[in-house]
């Protein structure tokens, strides 16, 4: 008996100490999404190029994610990701002196880093708990995507008290503390390290399995257009609905905010309903939102037998805080729910192939930033975002629909077959 709760404390203690952890790396792999904006102000960038600066972060943040996961299998979370933290404290820093647009994209490559700490946390923490618990645990843990909303939260109030340039070095601090609290409080159990000398290259031979690709799929739209929603959402309120940034950060957090807090609803969720129906539902919900959030500001005249009548439609700034706050909480679901089919599929090898789907995530939240800016500069249309992901989601309901009905009646097919 105090064995068992011994092993539950240092379990819930791993957990909080992770969960912090992510949520002080999330805070600051998201920074651009705020700092960027008087940059840019600066630097004279266009629209493109605002989304690639943006972007940078995340794009080291998503290719780091594979050696990561499998260098948690090998080594534990604990050292790995203790090691990260730190390796990006002078980085965060040196921001503040960088002057040129090519300065802010270097640094934020090696700032970036930080992003790959989902790929040690969710094996490290799941493995602390039993099976019938880990989607609730990688949910918790996962909740600290909410560090985007922090973001929101902290930095435009660092940026009207001191300046863009006070938020880096607020943030190296807070980093190197996140590292030392970590530290401290995290726990090593080597009996969760997987005892393999096999070389990367056959590591990653679930690459051939499709059901990794088809997981991959869905985590770039629930994940990767988070993280895109999150860094374009505060300039996106500032053009769209001239508002300050401060105004425009808290409306853009009520997206962020659910979108990483609720994931352990969704961890939940998926332990109870399984992965497959809480997915499904997940992306019928972004579905019509991003339909409705496509719709552009329009303005239209109709011949009447009266004269012409103008009538305008658009989505007002409450509608539309509404229903982003709606696709917050279902991507915050479906991060979950995603992370669940991994953890019930690939229980010996959880380390790898989170770190292949969070690459995919991640890999998505660094282009759609990007091609936010491009569609704005080439059609001048702000709403043109949300008809890009409103794509995305349509090809995973598309592929989820035939490819399950097709593993269904294999199912059925094997089944009758041994009668």
């Not at 008996?1 to 909080?16: H, P, R, Y």
């Not at 940034?245 to 808290?250: E, F, G, P, S, T």
């Amino acid at each position: 008996m105090t064995t068992q709760v011994n092993s539950s404390g240092k379990a819930n203690s791993v957990l909080g100490a992770s969960t912090l952890a992510f949520t002080i790396c999330f805070t600051i792999w998201m920074m651009f999404g705020v700092i960027g904006i008087p940059i840019k102000k600066t630097l004279g960038l266009n629209e493109t190029q605002f989304g690639l600066l943006t972007a940078m972060p995340v794009l080291t943040g998503s290719l780091i994610r594979v050696p990561l996961g499998i260098w948690t299998d090998r080594f534990g979370g604990r050292i790995v990701l203790f090691l990260l933290m730190i390796s990006t404290v002078l980085p965060i820093y040196l921001i503040s002196y960088a002057t040129a647009y090519w300065h802010f994209l270097v640094l934020g490559l090696f700032v970036g880093l930080a992003g790959g700490s989902f790929s040690v946390g969710t094996p490290y923490v799941a493995r602390w708990f039993k099976k019938d618990r880990q989607g609730l645990a990688m949910g918790i843990f996962g909740a600290g995507n909410s560090g985007a909303a922090v973001n929101k939260f902290i930095a435009p109030a660092i940026i009207a008290s001191a300046g863009w340039v006070m938020v880096p070095k607020v943030y190296a601090v807070m980093m190197l503390a996140a590292a030392l609290i970590f530290w401290t409080f995290s726990s090593t159990d080597p009996s969760h390290n997987v005892k393999s000398t096999a070389s990367f290259s056959a590591q990653l031979k679930m690459l051939k399995d499709p059901k990794v690709w088809r997981y991959c799929q869905y985590y770039s739209v629930v994940f990767g257009g988070y993280v895109g929603l999150s860094l374009w959402m505060v300039k996106y309120y500032v053009t769209e609905y001239n508002f300050d940034m401060k105004d425009a950060a808290l409306l853009a957090a009520c997206f962020s905010l659910p979108g990483g807090v609720l994931r352990a609803f969704g961890g939940w969720l998926s332990d109870k309903y399984g992965a497959y129906k809480v997915t499904w539902w997940v992306m019928w919900v972004c579905w019509v939102a991003f339909f409705l959030l496509s719709y552009p500001q329009t303005e239209f005249i109709i011949k009447t037998v009266s004269g012409p009548q103008t009538f305008n439609i658009a989505l007002t700034p409450v509608i539309f805080t509404s229903i982003l706050f709606v696709v917050g909480v279902a991507m915050a679901v479906g991060k979950a729910s995603v992370f669940k089919f991994i953890s019930d599929e690939y229980t010996h090898n959880i380390g790898a192939v989170s770190g292949v789907v969070g690459l995919a995530g991640g890999l998505g939240g660094f282009v759609l930033p990007i091609m936010f800016g491009a569609m704005v500069d080439l059609t001048g249309v702000r709403s043109s975002c949300f008809m890009l992901l409103y794509g995305t989601v349509c090809v995973s309901l598309v592929w989820m629909h035939f490819q399950f009905r097709k593993e269904i009646m294999q199912s059925a097919q094997s089944a009758l077959a041994t009668v």
